[in-house]
């Protein structure tokens, strides 16, 4: 087998194993999408991983092929150096190697004996003055493979920390209500003083009142228009790279769009302001957490989980404040900057806290998880193909509606931004 055939092997091989790790990366992409929704895989879902299963064991079977003829031409290969190496040795022409004269004294003895005709000596200094010429990359560009090593490069966090906390619900049509009481039933001391005189006075009387909550589908989505060109020669392939990318954006679009929701609330802030010393501000912090979660209580009561959603540079404040190693007596703790990404960091005062990168520089509320829903409907991935033109059309989408329940049970907290 000649060294070209060798390296097409190689390369080969390298490709293969590339494209199996992004088939391995896309499913599980497409599992912890589903994962993370806590859903079952739909039918689009389920149909790709069933194209990139059986692509992959196409892969390891040309891999098994590629192993076993590289390991039948390694063996061939070793086996006639071996034998040139033994004819090459009883031919005496292996002995020396390069020639290399100890001192000015072995050389000039070399000469001498050259000059008298001694043959050996002669061919000593022959192979000495002997230049060879030097091949480089330069000179043969056209056997040296141009690879690309490894996954693409994104530095996207796709995660959806506040979705995930709150917990996206299916949506149930393009419009639907949720009613809500906005006016309780009255109790009262029957009659001035509850006394014996006041037997057969007139009990209190209100109705209760019930409104209701309005929300729409939003649909959020994108697409892009492949050529087959470009998805039949590219490698890593083109085409799962599109489709990761705009499951990415959906979901940093929907992120988006409920911290949004979040920021509109009405409710006076609570300010957070840090102290002297570290003591200080933790108290502070600690305090300031402790206000809001009155306020909220006043709202929804004790309905949800309490939430401290904070942008990333509201985390950068906090964090120090509630190492993960602390004293017993900490206002909180759990907070390590070797685990700095969007979701569950620490807590304050037993409040989870959630880094999101959805929200603007600065923010940060305590929220119960009863005071804002977040509804949603995954379409997920479409694709049609373009014969006329050798394209493939392929889009990503999902009706996605953040809807606030009570706007005082959202309480900023400000003061703690960079």
Known sequence: MSGSNINSGDLMVRRLETELREKQTVCQEIIHRAQSSERDLNEDEKVMLSEYRGRMEKIKDQLDTVEDVARVSHESTERARRVGDAIESMRGKLQGGPVEYRSAGEYALDMYKSHLGDREAGERIEMFYREAAHQKTPDNLGVIPDPIIGNIINFVDAQRPVVSALGAQPMPSATWHRPIITQQPSVAVQGSAGAAADEKTELVSQKMTLTRLTANAVTYGGYLNVSRQ??????????????????EQYAIDTEAAVCDAIATTNTSAVTYTPGTTWAESQ???????WDAVAVVYSSVKNKGRLLLVVSPDVAG?????????NPQNAFGGGFSAAGYGQGQLGNVSGVQVIMSAGLGAGEAYLLS?????????RIGVLQIAEPSVLGVQVSYAGYFTPLVIEDGGI???TGAGS
Request: charged share 10%.
């Open 230 to 247: 470009n998805i039949d020669f590219s490698q890593p392939q083109i085409l799962d790279i599109v489709i990761n990318g705009l499951a």
């Open 283 to 289: 108290y502070a912090a600690a305090q300031a957490v």
């Open 317 to 325: 404040t906090f964090g120090p404040l509630f190492p993960s190693v």
């Open 369 to 377: 998880t009863a005071a804002i829903e977040c509804w949603e409907q």
């Open 411 to 413: 309480v900023p907290i």
